[in-house]
């Protein structure tokens, strides 16, 4: 069973993955992405995913060939879906079963059709699947988060090159979310307004820093980016839940996420990236360890992160959260707007 | 001038490195290290570096050869040590000039010889270099904090092979250690004792996660490890300050820094990693945003926190500070000790 770990001096959670076991000769140098082989995700391969969870499907059955968008348990999962927490302490720590969901999205039948130039409706499939796993997990009262999130290349920790997303669910609040929520309630609770609306504002105001502003959606680069190129795609107005998107709301994202991807893609020659949903815990889960917010449909507001993995992180990062960007957010967004699709 | 940006979501600063200014075109795939081609820190070479600040040598003049440890400006800093830090908001957004030190600490004349190798006298004179320079710099009380750290090959970050340090000095204290300095206090508020101290003492109780249990220094993989193989190096007794170390400890650190390179060298085969000294910021400099702790000697406890770089840091961690470690501690810690020196 998987363990759910509390470090009492960074207060985060860690998964010890103990069936996965890696041992010392387990890390291969240069871990190459498989090319050539044999591919579980690719169509008339189902038989060699665990059995799906859903599909969108033209009238064939269940793990057969003829779908378009297929969702199945992944098959060394981080997590386990059964049993119950256990919470538990070892002393001075905090430990837990390593309970959850661990998904694969797989985003088309096709093996070398990147997100980015699948057609826009096809886009809009992919979403509509991440927000039906999304409720449906939500209605498990043991997870307090649902996490959404695309590993696209190796360097960015793809293991299959196989376009698919990933999801999470977890009965803890991870550590960043829970101090975005903090953020977000301090802001609320003195302004009586969401810190989100009120940056994307100034953003739209100053326009320095916007890649594409969309009727329902923005995607700009942060004041404060990370890393370079990091883009934040969120909607105009206030909506605190992905899981609540609307199918018109949807098919704009898919509109301004296509095209995010293409301009990365063509400005910064197909980078490794990663992209992560953020969205409110569950309600309905209850407080979770280390969150001291209260109901939050007001004052946080849904968004996804975007990072192309042009640079190492190195100590410096690792060791402190402080980040050193050598591109500033306002040059990367005039390549990004001046980039020809 | 480089500018320090704060993020009012993650409540993070971030340098931007504008001298930098990275284009799209500047972010090469697979960046190789360099080998075999010209290394301005070999001796010899003293000249090809900015004009440099101590070392120790046997009675050459400054700037030739015949040193055994040099520390220089770093070439491409990311923060200007000249000028002051004109703090002032952009809107929503709080911003500063980027006035800090970025400096270089090259720990030998041989181009190949790792710190894993040297001989411990020499290990004692690199970590002898890190206090003074840790001591000079904590004079200066636009510094808030000096963060020592090392990047051992070029998946861990390090852009030249030979073998060096990097300390960066900050007019901001890092959001992890104001998250460290937090629970520190809390814990001694409540109990009168050093949370560190008591982990370790719980750490030494139970044994099955210690590396190295020496006279003044423990090294143990940490209960909730968020890497594999992930090493925490302290002083046994209560030291709240690495530039207060004592020359009797140095050499104690020195041994124990040095068992735990060649275990980690000989177990993972030279794996690249990076390790970083967490201290307390500068007292003399006041409190920092973000930070709320009082006088802190009682409750931070100074350490050493060592990464071999074994994964690759996919979405999942990036997005959530949520982490899936692949190898429990307690194996980790059990290959670390059976390796044979």
Redesign the interface.
């Given at each position: 069973m998987p363990e759910l770990?509390?470090?009492?001096?960074?207060?985060?959670?860690?998964?010890?993955?103990?069936e996965?076991?890696?041992?010392?000769d387990d890390?291969p140098?240069n871990?190459p992405e498989p090319t050539g082989g044999f591919c579980p995700f690719c169509e008339g391969n189902e038989s060699k995913t665990p059995p799906e969870i859903t599909a969108i499907r033209n009238g064939t059955g269940a793990n057969q060939p003829g779908w378009e968008v297929r969702v199945v348990p992944n098959k060394f999962p981080?997590l386990r879906i059964e049993g119950g927490l256990n919470r538990r302490g070892?002393?001075?720590?905090d430990q837990m079963n390593g309970v959850g969901a661990h998904e694969v999205i797989i985003e088309t039948p096709k093996h070398s059709l990147q997100l980015a130039d699948a057609p826009l409706e096809h886009i809009q499939k992919v979403l509509r699947i991440y927000r039906e796993r999304l409720v449906d997990l939500l209605r498990d009262q043991r997870f307090k988060y649902v996490?959404i999130?695309?590993?696209h290349g190796?360097?960015?920790?793809?293991s299959l090159s196989h376009p698919h997303t990933?999801l999470?669910a977890?009965p803890?609040t991870?550590?960043?979310?829970s101090?975005?929520l903090n953020?977000?309630q301090d802001?609320y609770r003195e302004k009586e307004r969401c810190?989100?609306c009120?940056?994307i504002e100034?953003e739209l105001d100053?326009g320095q820093r916007i890649v594409i502003a969309g009727d329902q959606f923005v995607a700009l680069t942060?004041?404060?980016?990370?890393f370079?190129?990091e883009i934040f795609i969120a909607p105009r107005n206030h909506h605190h839940s992905f899981a609540e998107i609307t199918d018109s709301m949807l098919n704009s994202l898919a509109a301004v996420l296509k095209e995010v991807l293409l301009r990365v893609k063509k400005?910064?020659?197909d980078?490794p990236y990663?992209?992560?949903i953020?969205t409110i815990p569950n309600l309905q889960a209850g407080r979770s360890h280390g969150g001291h917010w209260e109901t939050i449909e007001q004052d946080y507001h849904w968004h996804i992160?975007f990072?192309p993995r042009?640079?190492?992180?190195?100590?410096?990062e690792?060791?402190?959260?402080?980040?050193?960007?050598?591109?500033?957010?306002e040059?990367a967004a005039k390549?990004l707007r001046e980039t020809e699709l």
């Open positions: 770990r509390h470090d009492p001096i960074q207060r985060r959670w860690v998964i010890i993955a103990t996965r076991g890696r041992r010392p890390f140098r871990e981080a070892i002393g001075a720590y996490l999130f695309k590993n190796a360097a960015a920790g793809a990933q999470i977890t803890v991870p550590l960043t979310i101090e975005e953020s977000a802001h810190l989100f009120d940056l100034q100053s942060p004041f404060a980016s990370r370079p190129f400005c910064l020659k980078p990663n992209f992560l953020h992160e990072i042009l640079t190492q992180v190195a100590g410096f690792w060791g402190t959260g402080f980040y050193i960007n050598p591109t500033a957010p040059e390549y």
